[in-house]
């Protein structure tokens, strides 16, 4: 067998018995192998990791579906902001490598690099439902100091700039047009408020974590351990807060 021939034939022996190894492993095991053999931050443990992204899905799922706004899960975010500020870096700097020494861990990097975009999913999706909500009950937020501690500083300001936008804009194309007395945007008349509030009487998913009651118009109801119901948000809205059952 000539020198060329025996080179190509380990470069397929080589190929064919790395390709076997990785159809051998599952999801799991590459991330694994990728964590065991990567160097990068260690500050945290891999529990914290996986109960924080365990949190941001629920934290997400629970904002989407209730009408009002929850507080804003200031340490959890500067925690995965931070975390995928340092992966990110992580991979950025194999990814130089990469191109100067091929390495085996290209697949692990793009594994890697899909979880951060699904982080990134969660995050801007959980930000734009809270923007959504701070636009449509920006005066009813304003004006009340429960919840405006529900906001963080970013959405203090965004919230701000955006009613003063907004004032400037209906005071140009029609509210300067009309007697001052008719000019308030939180008037209240005739029993009728033109501040827009959450609707506390939308229905929404729940799954119990345990035997309960719950009130609903001054009657007891009761739900069982790992049932799913669905009720007014106002009946279990506070059950909802303090995380006692699950928002689905």
């Not at 997400?60 to 009408?67: A, C, M, N």
């Not at 000019?183 to 345990?210: H, T, W």
Request: charged fraction near 35%.
């Amino acid at each position: 067998m000539c020198p060329l021939e025996d080179c190509c034939l380990k470069n397929f022996i080589e190929t064919y018995t790395k390709a076997i190894k990785i159809q051998s492993m599952d999801f799991s095991d590459i991330l694994n192998e990728f964590k065991s053999a990567a160097v990068g931050p260690k500050e945290e443990s891999e529990n914290d990791r996986d109960e924080d992204l365990r949190k941001i899905s629920e934290v997400w799922i629970k904002e989407k579906s209730v009408p009002e706004l929850l507080p804003y899960e200031n340490k959890l975010m500067d925690r995965l902001l931070e975390r995928m500020r340092k992966q990110i870096e992580f991979i950025e700097i194999n990814s130089i490598e990469l191109q100067q020494d091929e390495r085996e861990i290209k697949l692990l990097l793009v594994i890697v690099e899909n979880e951060l975009d699904r982080v990134q999913f969660l995050i801007r999706s959980y930000i734009r439902t809270r923007l959504l909500k701070i636009d449509k009950f920006s005066i009813f937020i304003r004006s009340d100091k429960e919840e405006l501690a529900k906001l963080s500083p970013n959405e203090t300001a965004y919230m701000e700039k955006h009613l003063q936008l907004l004032m400037d804009l209906y005071n140009s194309q029609f509210l300067g047009r009309l007697p001052e007395n008719l000019q308030a945007l939180d008037e209240v008349a005739g029993g009728i408020s033109m501040v827009e509030k959450p609707d506390y009487g939308r229905p929404i998913f729940i799954k119990c974590n345990r035997d309960r009651q719950v009130v609903i118009d001054d009657e007891a109801v009761d739900l069982s351990r790992n049932g799913i119901y669905v009720l007014r948000y106002s009946a279990v809205s506070d059950l909802v807060k303090a995380g006692e059952v699950m928002v689905l």
